[in-house]
């Protein structure tokens, strides 16, 4: 079945970029680490997560400027565009604080990716599902190392549950968010071309709760829901990411190499 | 292509006398179609007349000579883009092709142009460009227009390594991927990765994340020697 057809083109381009963006900024974040990380291992790992997020990203940017048929590309869609033209959640975007936080996110992140990408690589979108097929199983890896991490810190010395605690307190109002779903999520599930973000809720729990049992750790309190990433309203950490982010298109506008 | 490679037929002396059997790495000449076929275009054919494998054996069962093709024009021009498409390494890992990686899907003449069809490989790999332009470089060389389309669909798995591609890798220290990732459970199953230089399966994971996107760093504890394992995806 032609996806295209299935949902209006406005719609296809909102949730690719909702999708891409996620990627690019959450690979951007983890990026920041490279050279900082506690140990030479982790300075490998967390660089080979943005990586994989960033390449997901270009894939998804790619098509979704395909889709939108005006001929702006991976790089107009990432470096190009003003702050509330973006849409990603506000989980990714938030400073990465200790190591701990920025565990914790990606741990949540992929938790919630693995159960999106698992029921979207049977897509009706072929592309999308060949962009999932292969991004389930990278995503799989960045499970396994971010819960290695958190059971590790939760279960460590006093110091690293305490600040593993503190990362889910302050992270945890910008979970529902992943599941939030309106008008674009909507048309887009009812085509077949992604699952409703709420309907992955159940497989999220069940990941997060094997680990969290293993690190000692409660699901925190839910906190009033911190939204807005979707329809471009960000955090004021948003302004500062994009500059470094932007910041050689800005400074030397249509540089390649 | 080596400068002691006999071409039967061609200017110099054969590797072997006949009634001989070749052994290993030593009968790339057959690779070469007799002198009498298709000398026109020297094409190089996509399988060896005969197993590369040491010994005796019959041919058919081994995947020798499956017989002489008739072939086209076209399809000629398709084998000799192939061949020179597929002859193209890895920028990371040179010891093996991008055939061998499965990343070359296929290549097609289409209205005289070369389509070669690339799939990449893990997300992250930054080398994707440069095997596409390293592809193209290649089919130029070789004499045709070259056009390079992405495959996104179906993706790219480990899987489709093929088992000369894992014999490369391992001869050159990097552990291949264990087979079957179809399933997320066999990735993260009891994978036992074999030590590529003395072959022991005590070894142990010291991190997920080496020196590339598609690779682990781990280490045999039987000769205490520290290696690369190819990633299953």
């Known amino acids: 079945m032609d996806a295209a057809l299935a949902v209006d083109r406005q719609t296809q381009v909102a949730f690719l970029l909702r999708l891409a963006d996620d990627h690019l900024i959450l690979g951007h974040r983890l990026s920041e680490w490279c050279g900082h990380a506690p140990m030479l291992e982790e300075d490998l790992a967390m660089p080979n997560i943005a990586l994989d997020l960033i390449g997901q990203a270009r894939a998804l940017y790619h098509y979704a400027g395909e889709v939108e048929g005006r001929g702006r590309s991976e790089d107009d869609l990432a470096f190009l565009r003003q702050e509330r033209e973006y849409l990603n959640c506000l989980m990714v975007e938030r400073p990465n604080g200790d190591f701990a936080h920025t565990m914790l996110r990606q741990f949540w992140f992929a938790a919630f990716m693995h159960a999106f990408w698992e029921s979207a ?11 999932a097929a292969k991004a389930v199983k990278e995503t799989a890896y960045h499970i396994r190392h971010c819960g290695e991490w958190v059971i590790r810190l939760g279960d460590g010395t006093e110091e690293s549950a305490r600040r593993l605690k503190a990362a889910a307190q302050v992270l945890s109002p910008y979970l529902d968010e992943l599941f939030d779903g309106d008008e674009v999520t909507a048309a887009i599930s009812a085509a077949g071309i992604a699952p ?10 069940r990941t997060v ?8 750790l409660d699901m925190p309190v839910p906190a009033w829901p911190q939204i807005g990433g979707r329809s471009g309203r960000h955090t004021e950490a948003m302004g500062f990411l994009l500059t470094e982010l932007q910041y050689m298109q ?3 506008p249509g540089a390649v190499w | 292509m080596s400068a002691t490679r006999g071409r039967p037929g ?14 290993k790495g030593g009968d790339q000449p057959v690779a070469w179609l007799s002198p009498i076929t298709n000398i026109e275009e020297r094409a190089v054919r996509e399988r060896l007349l005969i197993s590369p494998l040491v010994g005796e054996m ?7 000579d499956v017989g002489q093709d008739v072939t086209t024009q076209d399809d000629r021009r398709r084998r000799r883009a192939f061949a020179a498409a597929s002859s193209v390494p890895d920028p990371e890992i040179p010891c093996v092709t991008v055939a061998d990686l499965g990343i070359l899907r296929s290549v097609e003449i289409v209205d005289g142009v070369a389509v070669a069809r690339v799939t990449p490989t893990y997300s992250g790999c930054p080398a994707v460009l440069a095997i596409e332009l390293a592809v193209e470089a290649s089919l130029l060389d070789a004499g045709f227009d070259a056009r390079i389309e992405r495959v ?9 390594i093929t088992a000369e591609g894992r014999e490369k890798l391992r001869e050159y220290g990097i552990a291949p991927p264990s087979k079957a990732s179809s399933s997320i459970r066999s990735l993260f199953g009891q994978a036992q990765v074999d030590c590529p230089r003395c072959g022991s399966a005590e070894t142990e994971r010291l991190s997920e994340f080496g020196s590339t996107a ?3 760093l781990y280490r045999c504890t039987a000769c205490r020697e520290p290696f690369d394992y190819f990633k299953c995806i």
């Open chain 1, 121 to 131: 690589s049977t897509s009706t979108d072929e592309t999308l599902a060949g962009i």
């Open chain 1, 196 to 205: 409703d973000p709420a309907a992955l809720r159940p497989a999220f729990e």
């Open chain 1, 209 to 216: 709760s094997r680990v969290f049992s293993e690190a000692f």
């Open chain 1, 250 to 252: 800005r400074t030397y």
């Open chain 2, 10 to 23: 061609g200017d110099s002396t054969p590797l072997w006398p006949a009634g001989h059997l070749p052994h």
């Open chain 2, 58 to 64: 019959a041919g058919r069962p081994e995947g020798g």
């Open chain 2, 152 to 160: 996104m669909s179906p993706a790219w798995t480990t899987d489709w």
């Open chain 2, 214 to 216: 598609c690779k682990a």
